[in-house]
Antibody, heavy 119, light 107 residues
Framework: QVQLVESGGGLVKPGGSLRLSCAAS????????MSWIRQAPGKGLEWVSY????????YYADSVKGRFTISRDNAKNSLYLQMNSLRAEDTAVYYC????????????WGQGTLVTVSS | VIWMTQSPSLLSASTGDRVTISCRMS??????LAWYQQKPGKAPELLIY???TLQSGVPSRFSGSGSGTDFTLTISCLQSEDFATYYC?????????FGPGTKVDIK
């Protein structure tokens, strides 16, 4: 069955860095467009970053541009998010999500990994 | 950026009720709208895409309608497992944006 499993979350001080990973299985990862979406505690959903199936096209939300870097390794069926210069407002559950169609809806979601930015 | 509102933000209902959730866009998006269900501590799950197409495996009591700027999610006969928060999402233009959510709880 389809699985997306995030890892790499944790507690980090403001200004610090974390690298999130998302391991995919049960579907043809290289055919899917991938995104990171976050949800601050008690809040709604916020799209963070997008990468095309080949990795050639990447977009970021303005709130993370210049600080976060998305990447993927289709040979390893994995998605990554390098997060630098973290701020308190980056505290959230980070979900990886997969879509069959470019820039569309999200068919599959991981269970999420919590990132807490606090001193 | 396309902004979205959902109403109501909180809906108290009973099992067996017919419930309707509204999602309104700041500009027209044709039918490029999806609906998700999220239960506490869980990831969102896709219910409907293209405004009215039911995702595989989603019960037929869920339905979606609308186009342009006004959309509706209807649950025809609320079941206990349907108490959750529902989000709409537009994918007409980048970045994809989500509505603020509608929590359906037990009356």
């Amino acid at each position: 069955q389809v699985q997306l499993v995030e890892s790499g979350g944790g507690l980090v001080k403001p200004g610090g860095s974390l690298r999130l990973s998302c391991a995919a299985s049960g579907f043809t990862f290289s055919d899917y467009y991938m995104s990171w979406i976050r949800q601050a505690p008690g809040k709604g959903l916020e799209w963070v970053s997008y990468i095309s199936s080949s990795g050639s096209t990447i977009y970021y939300a303005d709130s993370v541009k210049g600080r976060f870097t998305i990447s993927r390794d289709n040979a390893k069926n994995s998605l990554y998010l390098q997060m630098n210069s973290l701020r308190a407002e980056d505290t959230a559950v980070y979900y990886c999500a997969a879509g069959r169609m470019k820039g569309a809806y999200f068919d599959y979601w991981g269970q999420g990994t919590l990132v807490t930015v606090s001193s | 950026v396309i902004w979205m509102t959902q109403s109501p933000s909180l809906l108290s209902a009973s099992t067996g009720d017919r419930v309707t959730i509204s999602c309104r866009m700041s500009q027209g998006i044709s039918s490029y709208l999806a609906w998700y269900q999220q239960k506490p501590g869980k990831a969102p799950e896709l219910l409907i895409y293209a405004a009215s197409t039911l995702q595989s495996g989603v019960p037929s009591r869920f339905s979606g309608s609308g186009s342009g700027t006004d959309f509706t999610l209807t649950i025809s006969c609320l079941q206990s497992e349907d108490f959750a928060t529902y989000y709409c999402q537009q994918y007409y233009s980048f970045p994809p944006t989500f509505g603020p959510g509608t929590k359906v709880d037990i009356k």
